[in-house]
């Protein structure tokens, strides 16, 4: 059966957008540094409506209070089909002790000891579905 390629796109509503992110783990993250445009790819929880990740001391500093684009997705790579979600916020470096026990324990072991936590507060959602020619 030949692959179908995406022809048309339909925008996801909010709500289908929130829910891409809490089924995948794992997404890239967007920021700026050293005045350069850097993407990293990292894993992910939702916790209470904010994303949160896991990062190495370098990165935290980096982050702290940048404006940063999230994006997950699950595009097929045989079919080019499927979702795409891009979240944009600001990253907040989590130090309160009773917040990092609370998000440590949604992460599991996507955060390692030496990791600090970081959390993006959404403000803009947007997602896009890559269907096919005759909407399926």
Avoid: K, W
């Avoid at 050293?34 to 929880?45: E, G």
Wanted: charged share 20%; proline share 4%.
């Amino acid at each position: 059966m030949p692959a179908h390629r995406a022809s048309e796109t339909r925008e996801l509503s909010v709500e289908d957008s929130l829910d891409l992110l809490h089924t995948v783990r794992f997404g890239r993250i967007a920021f700026s540094r050293h005045a350069l445009p850097t993407i990293r790819p990292v894993r992910h929880t939702v916790v209470d409506g904010c994303i949160v990740i896991a990062a190495d001391p370098a990165m935290i500093r980096t982050l702290h209070r940048q404006v940063v684009a999230y994006e997950v997705d699950t595009i097929d790579h045989h079919t080019s089909l499927g979702r795409c979600v891009i979240i944009t916020g600001i990253a907040d470096t989590v130090t309160d002790q009773q917040e990092l026990a609370h998000y440590r324990v949604h992460l599991r072991s996507e955060a390692g000891p030496d990791n600090q936590l970081i959390v993006i507060d959404p403000d803009i959602i947007t997602g896009i579905e890559y269907i096919g020619g005759n909407g399926a």
